[in-house]
């Protein structure tokens, strides 16, 4: 373009000044006085030319334009179709056994919690335990002074002795009165007098030999033993000290730690399934966890269930009983409760992922054969750490999205990418095929453990078969 506004330039100029030269030749010859003609300024020929270059800049520009635009309408339906593709991961609907599983917050509570305390006043002699010592019933513990029961004991005998012999007396006169009232040779009502007496006597010993028992019993509550097994607490009271009956923090504390209970509350609403299982006989099992939800402690057993509900929260107490022959369950220790009610065997199971929530309920895209998803209404029973049961909606064997639907709708075309890095964990995902093996069995619970961490869903009000 250059090359062609310089060489109209040239023409321009060799054009021109011919011209020039011949007009003044002719003024001369013909002697007129024409008016004077300014020859073209560089400047003018400067600005034509620059004109010149613009209107071939546009020309190009334009050419060039036209081109790309028909190149663009080409490819672009095809670059916006596979812009619009979304990447997700999918898995493979199965069968499998999804266990009914009731989580909740629980207490670990002693089945005996046990405050040790005298029954007689005295000074402390003697304490026979450690803290923090095992026991069992009858152990000894401690002993109070037991002399000034030994002596009440001695004084109770003493009188018990005394009143003995006015008894025999007594009976030895009423004997000879009623021989004289049978010759007639005494007053009857000095018999009946006589009769009385000896009651009066009788009445006297057995007091007598009741403040005995009394002393004895007291000396017996100065040996103070073990009332049940379990660990002994923190001693209350040193030896030396006056301890008394309405002392109110005793002397030790016993726990009894084995076995040991966990009680726990549940909506009233999971009762009636509850009660139908222990009616059936079967043992419901539970595991605790620790606080956090993730180390299991100790598996036991449902033990009973509270005979009414708490109206202020809708919820009944339940009570599990454990083994605790390690002492993993400590007394008052917050533990996470998860209770096996049932198992539904044989289900439709999906990954918890593919269950997406929205204003008509439970869904899930299921993926077609041309790489399209749809909208499947789901009806979702119980869920564990990993699955969730579908009571409809899916059927066995197709494929739903598990990773990348937020961004789907109805009739979208997705990329299936299995193994990309799935967005919740950064780890590589193994998609349908993954799922797909587990659901080869009757049975994909048995090697997926009933808890799955913190991370699991209470599932204690979904609807069961």
Known sequence: MLLAAKRFLICENVTLMPSHDTTMAEDLETGDSPPRRHPPTRQRRLSTALKWIVFLLLAAGGTYAWKDWQAQSTIAP???????RQTIRDAIVAKGDVPIIIDALGTVTPLANVTVRTQIAGQLQQVGFQEGQM???GDFLAQ??????QVALEQAQGQLAKDTALLAEAQVDLARYQKLDRDQAINQQQEQDQIYVVQQDKATVVSDQGQIDADKLNITYCHITAPVGGRVGLRQVDPGNYVQVTDTNGIAVITQIDPISVIFSTPEDNVPRIFARMKDGAMLPVDVYDRADVTKLASGSLSTVDNQIDTTTGTVKVRAQFDNKNGTLFPQQFVNVHLLVDTLSG??????AAVQQGADGSFAYAVKDDNSVMVRQLKVGPTDGQRTAVLSGLSVGEKVVIDGADRLREGAKVDVRNDIPDAATGAAGKGSNAFAQQGQGADISANQPAH?????KDNANQPSQ
């Not at 109070?144 to 029961?149: A, E, L, N, S, T």
């Open 78 to 84: 095809q670059r916006r179709e596979e812009e619009a």
């Open 452 to 456: 799955a961490g913190h991370h699991r």
């Open 144 to 149: 109070v002074d037991p002399r000034p029961y």
């Open 135 to 137: 026991v069992k019933a």
């Open 347 to 352: 289900v439709t199971v999906v990954p918890n």
